[in-house]
């Protein structure tokens, strides 16, 4: 039985539904879930990774766990899943913990803690989402406009349906122990680009407006730790040049490329109508 954290996150939905669909049994975990929020079959059990002991109904019989970077005390959280007898984890970190791990502290954190955990382990460390676009939804729904900073500068943001792809394949099969997988999009595309695709798949125009730094923070701080925005910023600002890399780990564990950003844009085009 495999348990999925984050599971009403943009990933974590995809991959309780594609581990489903592969006969999988699957306990879908969240703070706040319910039955409404996964397909039928599927256990869902609200638990909080900020509270490990919260976790143990959750833990109960698994033989392998899907790990967010989320709370404060990874090592609680895989002694919890330890004493439930978890043999597997594979934790969803962030690029940035391999690039910036200063910046990047909190998941270069969890990723040490996997890994002195004595439990098979593989860590993922996503690029940026395309699913970040959802920030847009409401400018462009009402406004048909869409602000961000760096305007033309590029990075290869990744499709979290790929990101959950690939999570169900290591999940699922043997020879990942061990591994850090590094999860991008098949180019790297800038802000301007990705706001032009969104107007393509909607059929009307997006105008796009760029914004300083400055302007930037000062939004992004209304619903992330300071830090976080600095670090963020970096990276979409300055990005370094592996940051910027087109990675082959998607495409080598799928069979199959990395979907483009337009694809993404095509299939939640209704978030922005």
């Given at each position: 039985m495999i348990v999925v954290t984050g599971a009403t996150g943009n990933v974590g939905r995809a991959l309780v539904a594609g581990l489903t669909q592969a006969g999988e049994t699957v306990r879908a975990v969240a703070r706040h879930i319910g039955t409404e929020d996964v397909p039928p079959g599927v256990r869902a059990v609200p638990a909080d990774l900020a509270r490990p002991h919260s976790l143990a109904p959750a833990l109960e019989g698994a033989t392998s766990l899907f790990l967010l970077v989320a709370g404060e005390d990874p090592a609680g959280i895989l002694r919890q899943a330890a004493a439930a007898g978890v043999a597997k984890v594979v934790l969803l970190s962030s690029q940035g913990a391999g690039t910036r791990p200063e910046t990047y502290a909190h998941a270069a954190g969890f990723e040490a803690a996997v890994a002195a955990?004595?439990?098979?382990f593989t860590v993922l460390r996503s690029g940026g989402l395309a699913s970040n676009a959802l920030a847009w939804?409401?400018?462009?729904?009402?406004h048909r406009t869409a602000a961000a900073p760096f305007a033309d500068v590029a990075l290869p943001f990744v499709d979290p349906d790929d990101v959950a792809a690939v999570a169900a394949v290591v999940l699922r099969g043997d020879g990942h122990d061990g591994a850090t997988y590094t999860l991008t999009g098949p180019e790297a595309t800038t802000?301007?680009?990705?706001?032009?695709?969104?107007?393509d798949v909607l059929g009307e125009p997006v105008t796009f407006v760029e914004q300083s730094r400055e302007e930037a923070h000062a939004q992004m701080v209304r619903f992330m730790p300071?830090?976080?925005?600095?670090?963020?910023?970096?990276v979409l600002g300055t990005p370094a040049p592996e940051e910027q890399a087109v990675g082959t780990d998607v495409e080598r564990l799928l069979g199959r490329p990395a979907g483009p950003f337009s694809t993404w844009a095509a299939r939640n085009v209704a978030a922005f109508r």
């Open positions: 955990s004595g439990l098979s939804a409401e400018p462009i729904r009402l802000p301007r680009l990705r706001a032009a695709a969104i107007a300071a830090a976080v925005a600095e670090g963020t910023l970096a």
